[in-house]
């Protein structure tokens, strides 16, 4: 079966910090996804790769970076935390009629 | 502007009742799809309906891309059908899937 793994789940940090949140598929799937979740947003996408090497800004990239290893990891990463962006985070692999989503990273920058 | 527009924002059912949840899209997409995101938890893709119209068990989906919208049928609510809905548009250049805010279902015993 399909599964995104998400770590840390929860995470409480400092502004100015750096957090980096990682994401594990083993579907082997090419995309994978990282979106933030807020209300009256719904999700958003931040950024996206086409496999590994790669890594592609969405949406709302301003303040998070990217990292695509191999295929099977992502991991977004910020490196001056800001209290913005606390969020609920969410992982995703697939493409068009198979998107696979984690169990979500709830980060809260104080 | 919002490219996605979900209605109702939410919902309260009583059991047994029928819901009929909304979708609409400002511009050209190539496909759509419906996620449920249970309480505090992950989403899981409930349909993907490129266009016309699908059922899965007591859901019904009917997407028409012309008119840039979709809809999503619950028939017959229980308690469990409780969580998020949202919609998402895949627009005609690349997969980057653009979602609604979704719609707040609660089903009431």
């Known amino acids: 079966e399909a599964a995104v793994t998400q770590s840390p789940r929860n995470k409480v940090a400092v502004t100015g910090g750096k957090v980096t949140l990682s994401c594990n598929q083993t579907?082997?799937?090419?995309?994978m996804y990282w979106y933030r979740q807020d209300t009256g947003h719904g999700l958003r996408l931040i950024h996206y790769?086409?496999?590994?090497?790669?890594?592609e800004k969405g949406d709302i990239p301003d303040g998070y970076k990217a990292s695509r290893p191999s295929q099977e990891n992502f991991s977004l990463i910020l490196e001056l935390a800001t209290p913005s962006q606390t969020s609920v985070y969410f992982c995703?692999?697939?493409?068009?009629?198979?998107?696979?989503f984690g169990e979500g990273s709830k980060l809260t920058v104080l | 502007g919002q490219q996605v527009q979900q209605s109702p924002t939410s919902l309260v059912l009583q059991e047994g009742e029928n819901a009929e949840l909304q979708c609409n899209f400002s511009?050209?997409?190539?496909?759509m799809q419906w996620f449920y995101q249970r309480p505090g938890g992950s989403l899981v893709s409930v349909f993907y309906?490129?266009?016309g119209t699908k059922q899965s068990g007591r859901l019904t989906s009917t997407t028409v891309i012309k008119e840039r919208r979709s809809s999503l049928h619950i028939s017959s609510s229980q308690i469990t059908d409780s969580g998020t809905y949202l919609c998402?548009?895949?627009?005609?250049?690349?997969?980057?899937?653009?979602f609604g805010t979704g719609t707040s279902l609660l089903v009431d015993p």
């Open positions: 309906n490129p266009s």
């Open positions: 579907n082997n799937h090419n995309n």
């Open positions: 995703a692999s697939g493409g068009p009629g198979q998107l696979y």
């Open positions: 998402a548009m895949e627009p005609h250049m690349g997969y980057k899937l653009t």
């Open positions: 511009t050209s997409l190539n496909s």
């Open positions: 790769s086409y496999g590994a090497g790669s890594t």
